[in-house]
């Protein structure tokens, strides 16, 4: 199936063999179903902390969190271009079309919010500015219905060429004459919960490679500001997803993807690849938010409240972990009643049942199987109602090895003909809106290897295509889903207000967004 030239382009990328092997195995027989049991409500999987618990779990967080080293991890490559789609619907059809008589069109209502609802982007003053200096005014544009002139300047690059941007580049929030990126927003929100006791806040982002000195740029330009404004200092660093996480494309026959010069296509495999980025990182506590979920400062607030809540339940989750690690190494003689409260914890705050034939184990067995269970990685994810937004759920799930414990799910990992499977799904009532924190070394202050604990049967087979040519592609575990799923795992309940993610441009005229 491979030719010499082929094997010099999988070197060139670090792309192993097997590695390519194995995904076109995945292809031609597709990844097994997640098993969900039931799903995580409140009391039965996810957490729901009175005014009290929050308290106390703030309490103990701003103090055992000093000593600690923190970082703020931001996937940030997402290209800003499907939030323009409708836009670009609207110029194409504009070029043929009387714009009077489309902007009223159903089909371009949100080309019609964009226009009505100009002065109330952040990036409303960059646009006027950009215009004029091209001899013309937005007013006079407006006044002659020359809308799709007012996108262009917005989309393209003889403009703001925002199409082109990455989420984290775009003006997002006004502050009287100033505005404000998400990028900006992160330094904003990471003074407020991810500051160490030398002042030291570490922000790392996820960029594109093409993105990469924009990003710099950006930095360079604000962080003295902002360190100033904050009385922090800012350690920003950047990472790119490593081109040997790049998944094979193929045919519909599952034959590799081949382009004009025969050479194979390989596309970057979705956020799982990210778990390398983050394996890099030496951190005693991590939190994960992505880019475009942020808000103005008017309403950060409970944000700062809840990151600091589920922050105090990770540490304490640690030390109780800890302390059983450091009881069982010790273990000589009789360890019934240490392994029964064990049990008793995993079952009850871990949320895990144990494998059919784990009562079959010998007291040694127990031992080092509980062991096993514990000494891995932690994560706390915050869980909001869902309202619609789209996302993985919170669901009792059966594992590999046996075990039934708390996974986050997306709709793309279940059998759509389980009817029983799909009514689980419909009924979940909480969502995950990657709002994560989380613990990565062990009890002896070592970092585990996170690619040890990727479950690599939960990726995803997408349809795609390019240049016009249908095509078959494969994304990796996802970060939060597959990725993790072998980690130690904890669902706490937080409002809605802390999830703002920006999909569309309209998006930015939700109050939230607006500060309201």
């Known amino acids: 199936m491979f030719t010499v030239q082929d094997i010099q382009q999988f070197n060139a990328a670090g792309i192993k063999m097997e590695q390519v092997q194995q995904q076109i195995k995945y292809f031609k027989e597709g990844f097994p179903f997640t098993k969900v049991t039931k799903v995580a409500t409140i009391g039965d999987g996810i957490l729901k902390l009175d005014e009290a618990q929050q308290k106390h779990s703030i309490t103990y967080y701003e103090l055992k969190s000093l000593d600690k080293s923190i970082y703020k991890f931001v996937p940030a490559s997402g290209a800003a271009s499907r939030m323009f789609k409708d836009l670009f619907s609207y110029l194409t059809a504009a ?31 960059d646009l006027k500015a950009l215009l004029a200096k091209a001899d013309l005014s937005i007013k006079d544009l407006l006044a002659e219905k020359k809308y799709s002139k007012i996108l262009s300047f917005l989309l393209n690059e003889d403009g703001l060429d925002y199409s082109n941007l990455p989420k984290g580049l775009l003006q997002f929030h006004q502050y009287g004459n100033e505005s404000r990126t ?3 927003e992160h330094f904003v929100e990471g003074a407020k919960y991810c500051k160490m006791k030398d002042t030291t806040v570490q922000l790392h982002f996820t960029v594109s490679p093409e993105h990469q000195e924009k990003f710099e740029a950006l930095v360079s330009a604000k962080k003295a500001t902002y360190e100033k404004l ?6 920003v660093s950047f990472s790119q997803q490593a081109p040997h996480t790049d998944t094979i494309a193929v045919e519909l026959d599952n034959t590799p993807f081949r382009l004009e010069d025969g050479s194979i296509l390989f596309r970057p495999g979705g956020h799982g690849a990210l778990i390398e980025n983050l394996n890099q990182l030496d951190a005693d506590i991590v939190f ?23 922050g105090g339940i990770l540490i304490q989750l640690q030390h109780k972990i800890f302390d059983y690690l450091e009881k069982l190494d010790a273990v000589n003689g009789d360890s019934q009643a240490l392994i029964q409260a064990i049990e008793q914890f995993y079952k009850t705050e871990m949320c895990t049942q144990f494998p059919a034939n784990y009562e079959k184990l010998s007291l040694i067995e127990k031992v080092k199987y509980l062991y096993t269970k514990l000494n891995r990685p932690i994560r706390v994810c915050g869980m909001v109602k869902n309202e619609g937004e789209p996302g993985g759920g919170p669901f009792w799930t059966e594992n590999p090895d046996g075990t039934v414990s708390l996974q986050i799910v997306e709709s793309a990992q279940l059998d759509a003909n389980d009817a029983e499977q799909m009514h689980l799904l419909n009924t979940s009532s909480h969502f995950n809106p990657v709002d994560i924190v989380c613990t990565m070394k062990n009890y002896k202050g070592k970092r585990f290897d996170l690619l040890a604990h990727v479950n690599p049967q939960q990726g995803f087979i997408v349809q795609k295509s390019s ?3 249908e095509l078959k592609a494969l994304e990796l575990p996802g970060l939060w889903n597959g990725s993790m799923s072998d980690w130690n795992t904890v669902f706490v309940e937080v409002p809605v207000i ?3 993610p920006v999909k569309q441009i309209t998006d930015l005229l939700r109050p939230a967004h607006q500060g309201k």
Request: charged share 30%.
């Open 182 to 184: 998400p990028v900006e």
């Open 95 to 125: 070029e043929q079309g009387n714009e009077a008589e489309l902007i009223d069109q159903a089909k371009y209502k949100t080309a019609k919010q964009t226009i009505e609802n100009l002065e109330k982007f952040a990036f409303f003053n």
């Open 230 to 235: 904050l009385g922090v200092q800012l350690a």
């Open 467 to 469: 240049d016009g040519r």
């Open 288 to 310: 994960i938010k992505n880019i475009d979920n942020v808000i103005p400062d008017a309403l950060k607030a409970e944000t700062y409240h809840y990151k600091k809540v589920i």
């Open 498 to 500: 802390t999830f703002n």
